[in-house]
């Protein structure tokens, strides 16, 4: 078999995603996740003008070769926007060899590890009891696992809450919008958001947080000893992770779990972190590490170490990566959690998927491959749209880690 065609599809139902479609010669198609926040049109030109000239002529089937040939044979290694373009290539390609062997790719890739996959949910107020009420909303959906984000008295602005009572999205449109932040305020206040969750709902359920890179690692080490009465399941992202060794820090203060990696884009962001053992969560996803090929040899590279997956699972990661996703999920030994924010509705109708949503927990579905297909004629319905993530400052007007 040969591939005869790849095509990259820009579309924009409620959010801006990018999708690799390639065709074979027997009229088999398989698509890729090649979505990147901000900056999609990158990843698009990548595609078109350098990667899908050189996968004509190719067989499908020979997906670690060809992980291998874009990878080494590019020259330049690694980075977001090359990786996120490999990854879509590697998804799209799994998924053809499922639909030619009639497979599910969860049993390509060696059968299911659980029954289904425990994803965690976002629970966000711009105060305390607002929190509380969409924490209470989420037990009762079912959720094991949630994550909790708060605003900060006087803090103009913060991480993970929306502004209306809509859906969380952080792009915006037109200008890039400015956040201020506050380390003191925040970790003055955080750990009362914790002791309300917990005096409230107990400790029956995993409860997540994410810090969003915001903090230094003594900072972060401060936080993660002041909640751990709280026992989370993990805080996330608690400093920026280009300084693997900065985490030895944490480390030596807190038993707090630790999960980085969403901005990951390689195995070697995070073999430091891994072998030493200075996170318990590698949050790495399909999309923008490489694909499944790729996450996989990191997945079983932190098995060694204990160390669990927790993939990154937000809305600007398109329903294509989430049906690969779970399908890793479902077979992947060293599983932690899988992150499910959900989708605008008109995202679901351009993306039909296999994998469904039951009470806390996802299936993928049983459909040959990853499941997940695009609708041509509805994704031309909403053209790209830019949209930008924001930036944050400090108080005086430093630029910050958002
Ligand atoms: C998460 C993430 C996201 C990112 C977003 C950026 O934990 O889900 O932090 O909310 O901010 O994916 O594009
Ligand atoms: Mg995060």
Redesign the pocket.
Known sequence: MKIVRADVIVTCPGRNFVTLKIVTDEGVHGIGDATL??RELAVASYLKDHVCPLLIGRDPGCIEDTWQYLYKGAYWRRGPVTMTAIAAVDMALWDILGKVTGMPLYKLLGGASRESVMVYGHATGRDIPEALDRYAEHIEAGYQAIRIQCGVPNMRSVY?VSKGSGMYE??TKGAVEEQSWSSEKYLDFVPKLFEAVRDKFGFDTHLLH?V?HRLTPIEAARLGKSIEPYRLFWM??PTPAENQAGFRLIREHTVTPIAVG?VFNSIWDCKQLIEEQLIDYIRATLTHAGGITHLRRIADFASLYQVRTGC???S?LSPVCMGAALHFDLWVPNFGVQ?Y?GFPQEALDVFPHAWRFERGTMHPGEAPGHGVDIDEAAAARYPYDPAY?PVARLEDGTLWNW
């Open positions: 926040n901000g993970g952080p792009a994410d969003h996330e992202d969403e990154h699972g937000p600007d992150e924010m993530l």
